[in-house]
């Protein structure tokens, strides 16, 4: 019994690391100014209360190129879109001390509002030992604000947050005097 919940475990965790998108143009932006035009694939995140997974991305210059690995360190900001039209814009955002993650700028202004995909898992046990476990995997959003003078993010909606987005976005601007919610 031990040992099917330790191989259960272990083939979650392995797909939740590993799920990633497609290959998709972008427009790289290096936090020294340079750019440049590409194919980039970076990981979905699991949503478990412990974010697992690299936060580096992959680029290549086109389908048939090698691959090079980006990170915090080097990248100002991704561009999804082609060169007539922009769709997203993503940049490495801290959730931690020292833990950087891509996530999509959506407002930006004297507070940021972030989004990002995480993957989560839903898991169906049945008592009966012939009957194996069932588990569904789906995409879930997790929404971060950042003001300027902020060092790290602040989780205020997804899929492990307690709360609606209304009552925590309350919270996180309650120093502020007026705020209008919808």
């Not at 497609?22 to 290096?30: D, F, G, H």
């Amino acid at each position: 019994m031990t040992k099917n919940i330790f191989l259960i475990l272990t083939f979650f965790i392995f797909f939740s690391v590993h799920a990633q998108y497609e290959w998709t143009p972008a427009k790289v932006v290096l936090k020294n100014g340079s750019s440049f035009r590409g194919l980039v694939k970076f990981p979905l995140h699991s949503g478990g209360l412990i974010s697992i997974g690299s936060t580096d991305f992959k680029y290549r210059k086109n389908r048939k190129s090698p691959r090079k690995k980006f990170g915090s360190d080097t990248v100002e900001e991704v561009i999804f879109g082609d060169e007539d039209f922009t769709t997203l814009h993503y940049v490495f955002v801290p959730i931690k001390k020292k833990k950087y993650v891509l996530m999509e700028l959506v407002v930006r202004g004297k507070v940021n509002l972030y989004t990002r995909s995480v993957l989560k898992s839903h898991s169906m046990f049945n008592a009966d030992p012939n009957f194996h476990s069932i588990t569904t995997y789906y995409e879930d959003s997790q929404f971060y604000l950042k003001r300027n003078n902020e060092q790290i993010a602040k989780l205020i909606s997804g899929p492990n947050s307690f709360g609606s987005f209304i009552s925590r976005a309350k919270k996180y601007f309650s120093d502020c005097g007026k705020m209008f919610i919808i």
